[in-house]
């Protein structure tokens, strides 16, 4: 895809262990010094109920657009090791982490393999991812169903607290 016209991506990064704020600082610096990406925005930092396993602290939460020329494939191994290079450790579903980074979105694209799926499978299910993205991206429209994500964000399932800080990555 090297070549090819840059193509919107965005990110979802959250943390819930330790110097959370450090780590999302440092996983935008890190996804910004990656080949062929320009991070182009970052929402505001939110602090939000843990999803899923709730016997855990609280996230941090954020959503990074950027620019690439690269694929998807390579995005994600990039993201993957950025996490790894980090101390992210193999960890039960929706359980603590130093960082997650997942890919949201990239441009118009649906990818279905066994190792990513983009859009992000229960993207729409989650305010923590919504409510950042509608914030950088009101009326972008979700390749898969149409719909932009404030009207997505409108009827999601959930009714986790979700709490503006003052944190500032960008």
Same mark, same amino acid.
């Given at each position: 895809?090297?070549?090819?016209?840059?193509?919107?991506?965005?990110?979802?990064?959250?943390?819930?262990?330790?110097?959370?704020?450090?780590?999302?600082?440092?996983?935008?610096?890190?996804?910004?010094?990656?080949?062929?990406?320009?991070?182009?925005?970052?929402?505001?930092?939110?602090?939000?109920?843990?999803?899923?396993?709730?016997?855990?602290?609280?996230?941090?939460?954020?959503?990074?657009?950027?620019?690439?020329?690269?694929?998807?494939?390579?995005?994600?191994?990039?993201?993957?090791?950025?996490?790894?290079?980090?101390?992210?450790?193999?960890?039960?579903?929706?359980?603590?982490?130093?960082?997650?980074?997942?890919?949201?979105?990239?441009?118009?694209?649906?990818?279905?393999?066994?190792? &990513?799926?983009?859009?992000? !499978?229960?993207?729409? +299910?989650? /305010?923590?991812?919504?409510?950042? =993205? *509608?914030?950088?991206?009101?009326?972008?429209?979700?390749?898969?169903?149409?719909?932009?994500?404030?009207? &997505?964000?409108?009827?999601? !399932?959930?009714?986790? +607290?979700? /709490?503006?800080?003052?944190?500032? =990555? *960008?």
């Amino acid at each position: 895809m090297s070549g090819d016209p840059s193509v919107r991506v965005y990110l979802g990064i959250g943390s819930n262990i330790g110097e959370r704020e450090m780590h999302l600082r440092e996983s935008v610096q890190r996804i910004n010094a990656l080949e062929c990406i320009t991070v182009v925005e970052v929402s505001s930092v939110y602090e939000t109920e843990p999803w899923g396993f709730t016997g855990q602290g609280p996230f941090l939460n954020c959503v990074v657009c950027l620019e690439t020329d690269t694929t998807p494939e390579v995005l994600f191994n990039n993201v993957k090791r950025i996490e790894k290079d980090m101390g992210r450790t193999e960890a039960k579903r929706n359980h603590p982490r130093i960082i997650d980074i997942d890919i949201l979105l990239f441009g118009s694209l649906e990818i279905h393999t066994p190792e &990513l799926s983009i859009p992000h !499978p229960s993207m729409l +299910q989650r /305010r923590f991812v919504l409510v950042p =993205l *509608a914030e950088l991206a009101p009326t972008l429209r979700h390749p898969h169903c149409g719909d932009s994500i404030t009207s &997505l964000l409108a009827v999601c !399932p959930d009714k986790g +607290q979700i /709490r503006k800080t003052d944190i500032q =990555l *960008a």
